[in-house]
């Protein structure tokens, strides 16, 4: 009777295996800190900066029409480096370096400044991370996202220094794609924010690079995202996805040019 309940428990753990395929599980060593690997590119606009307009203002005038408020969903650098695009793994589960677990800060700031977000393009890892909403402003502000999983968000900051102008939000759930975040008193602000089930995740900077740190090695599957077009299809990569194969030490995707017609289509 024991050998068969041994056999019996043998054989489900290994049907729990192939189900579970080759899934790994976040927080699981993985050897020494060497052994992960830096995934690093830059993403260039191949042709002329296409010109910032400049935003309609007419909410709040005596505080926010003193500032030169323009569009950002394409900023392109003097080198042609575009900023503002996501690049970050798919797969849900993942090894996650525990060097990087025990360095990841425990809150990311959104802040209302000058009548607009500060930073536009946010991430943060779900089960690690909670939002910190401040107002910054002289006027009241107000954030509201509705996440596709979870509940929506509908925050009213006060001006400072009441103490309300502080708010914390813990997303729920981790999201395929960015968020967006509003301000219903002014129309104008915008942002995004990527809620993740872990923290592999980068946002190009003003010259375009991006830097994923401390990957484990092994096939992993990307995803680019871009506010103007949502996921960033390329001639080689549809629907912006592409399989990578991280190997320790340094990853280069290289200068990876975006024709401009691949932005031209506003979501």
């Known amino acids: 009777m024991t050998d068969k309940l041994t056999r019996r428990r043998f054989a489900v753990g290994v049907a729990a295996a192939v189900f579970a395929g080759p899934r790994m599980l976040a927080g699981a060593e993985k050897g020494p800190a060497d052994q992960w690997g830096d995934l690093v590119g830059q993403f260039i606009y191949d042709g002329v900066a296409p010109p910032r307009k400049k935003l309609k203002v007419d909410k709040d005038v005596d505080c926010c029409g003193k500032y030169d408020i323009r569009d950002e969903s394409a900023m392109v650098g003097k080198d042609g480096g575009l900023a503002n695009v996501y690049v970050y793994v798919r797969d ?44 910054s402003d002289p006027v009241a502000q107000n954030v509201a996202f509705s996440p596709l999983h979870g509940a929506a968000a509908n925050i009213v900051l006060p001006p400072p220094p009441d103490k309300a102008a502080k708010a914390t939000w813990k997303f729920e759930y981790a999201e395929r794609k960015p968020v967006p975040i509003a301000c219903n008193y002014h129309p104008w602000e915008s942002a995004f924010i990527l809620p993740l089930a872990h923290p592999y995740v980068d946002i190009s900077r003003a010259d375009g690079t991006f830097r994923i740190a401390k990957l484990p090695p092994g096939e992993v599957e990307l995803q680019l995202w871009h506010e103007r077009v949502g996921y960033l299809d390329t001639p080689k990569w549809k629907r912006g996805r592409l399989r990578v194969t991280i190997v320790p030490g340094k990853n280069d995707l290289g200068t990876i040019r975006l024709a401009p017609s691949l932005l031209s289509k506003e979501v």
């Open 92 to 135: 849900r589960r993942i090894d996650v370096c525990p060097e990087l677990e025990a360095s990841v800060k425990k809150d990311v700031v959104l802040d209302n400044r000058d009548c607009i977000f500060m930073p536009h393009c946010l991430k943060i890892w779900v089960s690690k991370q909670s939002l910190q909403i401040v107002n």
